[in-house]
């Protein structure tokens, strides 16, 4: 298969697909948004797409979305569920970064004219944030985290995580304190649970105390989470280029 109907990028760079095949048999990977913040061509960038495995059929799935570099479909439900990166320069707390759930086509999660479903942002907001109009993120994450790629678990070697979501947070740079550089767990509890989900550390130790002298040191910057064959859970880091296996000891 060749496709090479994509959008060119000319100058911003978010231009990094993660490529995957969903339940429908269809080739799903995110367009970015061709800057940090503007109002670019919405039917063609920021947004997930997905095309046929011949090449035929490209049509966006969901737009609004920044920037996308890692989802993964519900073992059970069989429905996309995909991490979204908030602009920059907004301020050091805001917008947070997302976890969105997107079970159907069509869905728009509001880049660039609001963030998280309720944050106008100040350039290109138009009001229209606070209606049904643009979709409000399943889990609101930490801002600048830079969440990346993301997995469901169905392995054995773990049974009580099987139907936890782990993501990659590759840390924020543009903004202090840098950020997180850890993989996180998300549990959901159930619809009479509040807050439904649990947004809990999995994966720490790549970046000295915030409160420490040296606190903005990071020497790992984790990427994509795998649940490898046997259960295990594989992260890379592209700080060290290095993917490390967390297993469960016999």
Same mark, same amino acid.
């Given at each position: 298969?060749?496709?090479?109907?994509?959008?060119?990028?000319?100058?911003?760079?978010?231009?990094?697909?993660?490529?995957?095949?969903?339940?429908?048999?269809?080739?799903?990977?995110?367009?970015?948004?061709?800057?940090?913040?503007?109002?670019?061509?919405?039917?063609?960038? &920021? #947004?997930?797409?997905?095309?046929?495995?011949? @090449?035929? +059929?490209?049509?966006?799935?969901? $737009?609004? %979305?920044?920037? !996308? *570099?890692?989802?993964?479909?519900?073992?059970?439900?069989?429905?996309?569920?995909?991490?979204?990166?908030?602009?920059?320069?907004?301020?050091?707390?805001?917008?947070?970064?997302?976890?969105?759930?997107?079970?159907?086509?069509?869905?728009?999660?509001?880049?660039?004219?609001?963030? &998280? #479903?309720?944050?106008?942002?100040?350039?290109? @907001?138009? +009001?229209?944030?606070?209606?049904? $109009?643009? %979709?409000?993120? !399943? *889990?609101?994450?930490?801002?600048?985290?830079?969440?990346?790629?993301?997995?469901?678990?169905?392995?054995?070697?773990?049974?009580?995580?099987?139907?936890?979501?782990?993501?990659?947070?590759?840390?924020?740079?543009?903004?202090?304190?840098?950020?997180?550089?850890?993989?996180?767990?998300?549990?959901?509890?159930?619809?009479?649970?509040?807050?439904?989900?649990?947004?809990?550390?999995?994966?720490?130790?790549?970046?000295?105390?915030?409160?420490?002298?040296?606190?903005?040191?990071?020497?790992?910057?984790?990427?994509?989470?795998?649940?490898?064959?046997?259960?295990?859970?594989?992260?890379?880091?592209?700080?060290?280029?290095?993917?490390?296996?967390?297993?469960?000891?016999?």
């Amino acid at each position: 298969m060749l496709f090479d109907g994509l959008p060119k990028f000319e100058v911003f760079d978010h231009s990094w697909k993660h490529l995957q095949i969903g339940p429908d048999d269809k080739l799903y990977f995110g367009i970015g948004a061709p800057c940090n913040i503007c109002l670019p061509d919405r039917d063609r960038f &920021a #947004g997930i797409f997905r095309l046929n495995l011949d @090449g035929s +059929g490209f049509e966006q799935f969901a $737009r609004g %979305v920044r920037e !996308t *570099v890692g989802f993964d479909w519900h073992p059970e439900t069989g429905e996309l569920w995909f991490a979204d990166k908030g602009r920059d320069h907004m301020s050091a707390h805001l917008p947070p970064d997302e976890l969105n759930h997107a079970p159907r086509p069509g869905m728009d999660f509001g880049y660039p004219f609001c963030h &998280a #479903g309720a944050i106008e942002d100040p350039e290109f @907001g138009d +009001g229209s944030y606070a209606t049904d $109009r643009y %979709v409000a993120p !399943t *889990v609101t994450l930490e801002p600048h985290v830079a969440p990346l790629g993301v997995a469901f678990y169905d392995g054995d070697m773990f049974p009580e995580y099987r139907g936890d979501l782990f993501i990659a947070e590759h840390g924020g740079y543009f903004h202090r304190p840098m950020r997180r550089f850890r993989v996180v767990r998300i549990h959901d509890k159930g619809e009479a649970a509040e807050p439904r989900y649990d947004y809990v550390p999995f994966v720490t130790g790549w970046q000295n105390p915030e409160n420490s002298p040296d606190g903005l040191v990071f020497w790992g910057s984790p990427v994509d989470v795998v649940v490898a064959w046997d259960g295990a859970l594989l992260v890379s880091d592209d700080k060290r280029s290095l993917v490390y296996r967390i297993s469960r000891e016999q």
